[in-house]
């Protein structure tokens, strides 16, 4: 049967109708409560924060940078770290080398005791001692020696001095005669009324113990009656001792010889040493010139047991010089072109000291000597480093050089810095270190 296409138009028209109404909708689901939400933990927030660590950035899509930028943020990190530690122990190290000069030495140099001028000052010490040794004697024989002492003569008559020859008699409050050694000459006063005095060596006339004796008082038997007597005398300066007459065990000569020269090494080495020990700081006293003055040798008895005792007494007499005024007088006479810079003598105590006309000399009395010092010197200039650091204080690496002009006495240089790109002195004195090269004395 033929179709009605009209109709057909209208069904599905109203299909469509049908299509479009609103279709029902069942009741919507209820919404459950939320759940309760849980307060963060210290280990979750920990690893929230480590994470962040990672997590430094995201980009704009919200992703995460890669392994290459953490990495590179590491990198930057320590690189940062490192030129901060650098410039936080930065500093610089100057090594300095100063002038030195070697020569040999052979000059005569004229000192002056306590001297004040322009003259080589120098001190002398003085220190007595005494060695003594027993030994044992042998064959006994016939012994008659005086005894000896030392007096002092007073002329209290005038001020002219008076000559008294030797073997002039003594007589000795004791009432025993004793001589003079040598011939002397015995002050006049001075000041008005002070006694003019001498010392003199004295012997017994005679040989025995009766000589021996304590302090003794003297007049002098040639004056006797005439009005010089009471007015010169003489009194002894210790006692008078040595004086022997009898059979004794005695030590040969040989021997008694050594002994007496082993006391004197002794008595001196000691009196040397105990010198030594006393010398200040900055002084020089050169082994050659200390000397030992022989005051008194004598034997004494032998004992019950055959022991027979030797003595020696002696006075050490020492030169003793300041070290910086010696450098100063070498240096003047040993370099030509010496300009007053400050400097020392490493090995100035290995100097070879001989003093001229050693013989001759009263050492209680001197007040001038002159010597001969020989030997190597080594001379060095010393450097003003607290003023030499001073100047690199703060100063860059290319005023170097010109800083080490305005020091003639220093032979070369080097100079490290840290971090080794600084161009720069530290402006701290603490960070810069300064080392002066001296030799070892």
Do not use: C
Not at 86 to 91: A, D, E, H, K
Not at 285 to 292: D, G, I, T
Not at 358 to 386: H, R, V, Y
């Amino acid at each position: 049967m033929p179709k009605n296409f009209f109709q057909d138009m209208v069904k599905i028209k109203r299909e469509n109708a049908q299509s479009s109404k609103p279709k029902v909708v069942s009741e919507p689901p209820k919404l459950s409560a939320p759940e309760p939400r849980e307060e963060p933990t210290e280990q979750s927030v920990i690893e929230t924060k480590f994470a962040s660590v990672y997590d430094v950035a995201e980009d704009t899509g919200g992703k995460r940078k890669s392994p290459r930028a953490l990495w590179l943020v590491a990198g930057v990190s320590v690189l940062f770290l490192f030129f901060a530690l650098s410039f936080l122990f930065s500093g610089a190290k100057v090594n300095l080398d100063p002038r030195i000069k070697d020569l040999t030495l052979n000059k005569n140099f004229l000192a002056t005791k306590d001297s004040v001028t322009d003259n080589l000052p120098f001190d002398l010490i003085a220190m007595s001692g005494e060695e003594s040794i027993t030994l044992k004697g042998g064959a006994e024989q016939e012994i008659k020696k005086s005894a000896e002492g030392v007096v002092i003569l007073y002329n209290t008559f005038s001020s002219v001095s008076q000559n008294l020859d030797i073997d002039t008699r003594l007589e000795g409050s004791n009432g025993k005669i004793y001589k003079t050694k040598t011939k002397v000459t015995v002050p006049g006063m001075t000041e008005g009324s002070k006694p003019g005095s001498v010392e003199v060596a004295v012997y017994a006339a005679e040989a025995g113990e009766v000589y021996n004796s304590g302090p003794l008082d003297f007049t002098i038997l040639g004056f006797k009656g005439t009005p010089k007597y009471l007015k010169f005398y003489a009194r002894s300066k210790g006692e008078i001792t040595g004086g022997l007459s009898g059979k004794f065990p005695m030590v040969a000569d040989a021997e008694k010889e050594t002994a007496l020269s082993q006391l004197k090494e002794n008595l001196k080495a000691k009196l040397v040493k105990k010198a030594t020990d006393t010398i200040p700081s900055g002084f020089v006293l050169f082994p050659n010139a200390v000397f030992l003055n022989i005051d008194n040798e004598s034997t004494g008895l032998a004992s019950t047991d055959g022991l027979v005792p030797f003595s020696v007494k002696g006075t050490l007499y020492g030169f003793l010089f300041e070290e910086k005024k010696l450098t100063q007088k070498i240096v003047e006479n040993a370099v030509p072109e010496y300009d007053d810079s400050e400097v020392y003598i490493s090995n100035l105590r290995n100097l070879v000291f001989t003093l001229a006309d050693q013989d001759a000399i009263a050492f209680k009395d001197i007040k001038n000597i002159t010597f001969n010092l020989s030997g190597n010197l080594k001379i060095i200039w010393k450097l003003d480093e607290e003023k030499i650091m001073a100047d690199m204080l703060g100063k860059q690496k290319k005023d170097f050089n010109q800083i080490l002009s305005m020091y003639p006495n220093i032979v070369s240089a080097d100079v490290s810095f840290h971090p080794f790109w600084k161009r720069s002195f530290p402006q701290k004195a603490g960070d810069l270190k300064l080392i002066v090269n001296y030799p070892n004395e």
